[in-house]
């Protein structure tokens, strides 16, 4: 019989698929049980619309047969079932095809290849049953014909139609099984096990039951006239299952779902030991229709901060899985969500057009994201222990959700942060923190350093607390970055309490202070003199207030900066431009100024040099040379 040509477009998906390297193969099952899905949808929908027509839904089933001496395996259902034309239609052209949007793909030639990830995200129906079989056939009979055609292909040569008999509508699709090589298993795929596996990973959600027969272990019946040490038998019997559950959580209502449900779903399907923190059922209609349940885990995932861990959300269409780890659902300062989505939209079987794939997305993860966040907020307001605990798993991820992209998520995730309050000694959110501002406070403070016992102890610190404002204690490397990315609060500056101008000064202060300045010159700058390029510059403190000296920063990049930039590749050249600091009230300073005084150069290095270290030490910074300080500070006191 003279064989029919594939349409071109049809030959390249066809080549593509036979000469498949994509490692996901297992999904042609998934593919070929959507389609029987649809084909008894239809079927289901003609019987609700054509009173001829006479089908009971519960009697509608999908079936898989593997042979494996024959090398065979069957995909059969008894749905709406194809005439002459539709086959040759349907399976000979792509053009009508679900992988439309493959086309684009296939037109820029090799391309394809490198782009054949796509299989994995939204499938290309029918032919990748190709990447698995050497031979398809369909035997098919529509619905309401008495005649059954047979369709038969070995791939890239073209197919054959030839009339045949079937029982009953339906289609039946028989693939020839490739015989392993290449580093291949396709014997997998005989395997009763194998399959029901990959039943329930991929369509696990389908409405119809899908049956296989399946061998179970069971224990024989006690006989009547058992012996007293009698041991119980086991036999293996073959039985018909339906392997699939068919209704999904997410599509029950919420209220008839029991919180151990939520919970065993999330620690099965999330392989997590404990229960979620929070559960979030929600769905919705119009623009995009969806339902969605994410899950906020309650412990940090041992790899979320490696390259290991993929944010994401499973992504079904109408309970078929077509993405394990759909990224786009999820902004990066939300990636510890787990979840699923469930869109009809997103069908596998009618065309799509990737753009419009992409604007949903957009929409849904809009809507997902604004739910996180409420769900969040309402945690912190009805349960703040519980939403600590969440802040100590996930607390740094939001903080760099709003450092990120110069601080272009700062608006989502600003109420959502928490800070160590100095007042309260506790955390606080800062909108608590501006309900406690009092009157006149000029800004927001802040103070970064390794702890809070720390930070309340710096020299910066004491002058702002004298004047009774409360300081944010920010302990992790990236809070001086948030902070900057914040900017302000409700229209009041964040500001660190090391910077200069962090109380602003009257005009007597600063009169007062000038003065100090210009009587303490010479010391600056024979102090300056001695440290040379350690330092930009030597200056009389206006924020001191006991101590004698301490560090700060000139120019855009803080100390805290330039710590959190030592430890990220390529950032050792950030370095903040150092300014020494010193108390002219203080003690040493008067020493310092008897040995200027004096003309005792030597003694001025040493006390410079001590001083530099602990004003070092102070900020958190290590000293260049510790040897010799400590021999430095152990001389001055013989
Ligand atoms: P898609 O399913 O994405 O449209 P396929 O290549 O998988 O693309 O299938 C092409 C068409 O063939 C389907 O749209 C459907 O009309 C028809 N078809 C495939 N499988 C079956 C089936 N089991 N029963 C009836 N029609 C089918």
Redesign the pocket.
């Known amino acids: 019989m003279a064989k029919k040509q594939f349409k071109a477009e049809s030959k390249r998906l066809l080549d593509l698929m036979v000469n498949s390297i994509y490692t996901h193969k297992e999904i042609f099952l998934r593919?070929?049980i959507?389609?029987?899905s649809?084909?008894e949808d239809?079927l289901a929908y003609k019987s609700l619309t054509d009173g001829s027509v006479d089908v009971k839904r519960k009697d509608l089933a999908i079936t898989i047969v593997p042979d494996k001496e024959k090398r065979m395996l069957t995909v059969s259902?008894n749905?709406?079932?194809?005439s002459k034309e539709?086959l040759e239609s349907?399976?000979g052209t792509?053009a009508?095809?679900?992988?439309g949007q493959f086309k684009a793909g296939l037109a820029e030639d090799d391309k394809a290849a490198g782009d054949i990830d796509v299989i994995g995200q939204f499938?290309?129906?029918?032919?990748s049953a190709f990447m698995v079989a050497d031979s398809v056939t369909v035997i098919?009979r529509a619905w309401g014909s008495d005649e059954a055609w047979m369709w038969q292909s070995d791939g890239a040569d073209g197919y054959t139609m030839t009339p045949c008999e079937k029982d009953a509508p339906?289609?039946d699709?028989l693939m020839h099984i490739k015989e392993n090589g290449d580093g291949e298993d396709y014997d997998q795929y005989l395997e009763t096990q194998k399959l029901r596996g990959l039943i329930k990973k991929y369509s696990d959600y389908i409405r119809y039951p899908i049956r296989m027969e399946v061998e179970d272990y069971r224990m024989k019946d006690k006989p009547a006239d058992a012996p007293e040490d009698y041991k119980p038998e086991w036999e293996t019997v073959k039985e018909w299952k339906t392997l699939n559950s068919m209704v999904p959580l997410w599509q029950r209502r919420k209220s008839e779902v029991e919180p151990e449900e939520y919970n065993a779903f999330y620690k099965e399907k999330f392989g997590d030991w404990q229960d979620p923190l929070a559960v979030i059922h929600t769905s919705a209609e119009g623009a995009v229709t969806y339902k969605a349940m994410l899950y906020i885990p309650a412990q940090t995932p041992y790899d979320f901060y490696t390259r290991e861990y993929e944010k994401g959300l499973q992504l079904y269409s109408s309970g078929v899985l077509i993405m394990d780890k759909c990224a786009d659902l999820l902004p990066d300062h939300f990636r510890f969500v787990k979840g699923v989505v469930d869109s009809a939209d997103f069908s596998?079987?009618?065309?799509r057009e990737v753009l419009q794939h992409t604007r949903q997305l957009k929409v849904i993860a809009g809507a997902l994201e604004k739910k996180i966040k409420s769900e969040l907020l309402k945690t912190q307001k009805e349960d703040f222990e519980k939403y600590e605990k969440f802040w100590a798993a996930f607390g740094t991820q939001l903080k760099y959700g709003v450092a990120n992209e110069y601080g272009a998520h700062k608006d989502v995730l600003q109420d959502l942060l928490l800070f160590w309050s100095s007042s309260e000694g506790k955390n606080t959110t800062l909108a608590a923190y501006k309900d406690r501002m009092p009157e006149g406070q000029p800004f927001c403070y802040y103070a970064c350093g390794e702890s809070v016992d720390k930070i309340a102890k710096l020299p910066q610190v004491e002058r702002i607390l004298d004047k009774g404002y409360e300081i944010l204690y920010c302990t992790e490397d990236v809070d001086d970055f948030v902070m900057k990315a914040l900017g302000e609060l409700d229209g009041k500056q964040f500001k660190s309490v090391t910077e200069e101008d962090a109380l602003p000064q009257s005009d007597e202060e600063k009169k007062q202070a000038e003065e100090k300045a210009e009587a303490g010159k010479p010391v600056l700058e024979a102090v300056k003199e001695a440290l040379g390029d350690q330092v930009k510059e030597v200056r009389v403190s206006a924020i001191l207030k006991s101590g004698a000296c301490c560090l700060s920063a000139d120019g855009p990049i803080s100390l805290e900066m330039e710590k959190y930039m030592s430890k990220v590749e390529g950032g050792q050249h950030m370095k903040a431009q150092r300014v020494l600091e010193l108390n002219p009230d203080s003690a040493p300073f008067a020493a310092l100024k008897r040995a200027v005084d004096a003309g005792d150069k030597d003694t001025v290095a040493k006390y410079a040099k001590v001083l530099y270290g602990q004003a070092l030490l102070l900020a958190g910074l290590p000293i260049d040379d510790p040897a010799e300080y400590t021999q430095l500070v152990c001389g001055l006191m013989v």
Do not use: C, H, P, Q
Request: proline share 0%.
């Open positions: 593919e070929l959507s389609n029987a649809d084909a239809k259902d749905g709406i079932g194809m539709e349907n399976l792509i009508r095809s679900g992988s499938g290309v129906g029918f032919y098919s339906g289609t699709i596998l079987n009618i065309s």
